[in-house]
């Protein structure tokens, strides 16, 4: 049985913070706010790794109230979804994902982003997609308020 899943997240930029986007640091006058390392394309690819196991969302399963994993890496949690996914016996087929935002340039960090995220997850980067795009100067994202990130997976359940 093959399902699929979506995930979507949104982080504001803050002062005096790394940016991190799929387990990288990206050099940036801001980074992302958050309660963990804020990497929102992991967030959002989690999510999606989540919805196919018909599983509860990343904050079940790290509460952003745990003072206990503030400042997670947010690899540790596609390792946790790599565990669930073990438990249904489920194998990840591929992930897709774009990151929405007006500035830094991300793209050029897409190989080492894929190269940290399937190693996490226990796949090959080819398996992973990573794109990106502004969103034309227009709303919260083309203020350069934050940035946002949309993902999909599929899994085979055998
Ligand atoms: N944060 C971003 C946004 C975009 N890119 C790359 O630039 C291309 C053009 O983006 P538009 O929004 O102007 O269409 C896009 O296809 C990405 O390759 C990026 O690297 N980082
Ligand atoms: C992993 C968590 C833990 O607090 O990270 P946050 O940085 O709070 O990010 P968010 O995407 O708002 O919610 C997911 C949380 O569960």
């Known amino acids: 049985m093959f399902r699929t899943g979506i995930g979507y997240d949104v982080h504001q930029f803050a002062d005096n913070r790394p940016l991190i986007l799929g387990g990288v640091e990206i050099p940036h006058s801001q980074g992302l706010a958050g309660h963990s390392d ?63 935002a007006e500035c830094p340039k991300v793209l050029p960090h897409a190989a080492a982003m894929k190269i940290k995220i399937s ?8 398996q992973i997609g990573i794109k990106a795009t502004t969103n034309e100067t227009m709303g919260f994202v083309g203020r350069k308020e934050g940035i946002a990130a949309l993902a999909n997976a599929l899994v085979e359940i055998k």
Do not use: W
């Open 119 to 126: 190693d996490a997850l226990g796949i090959t980067p080819e």
């Open 38 to 100: 804020a990497d929102v394309l992991c967030h959002a690819i989690a999510d999606a790794i989540l919805g196919c196991l018909g599983l509860p969302d990343i904050g079940h399963y790290f509460p952003p109230t745990d003072a206990s994993i503030e400042g997670i890496c947010s690899l540790d949690i596609l390792a946790k979804c790599r565990e669930l996914c073990a438990e249904k016996g489920a194998e990840i087929q591929n992930v897709d994902s774009t990151m929405i």
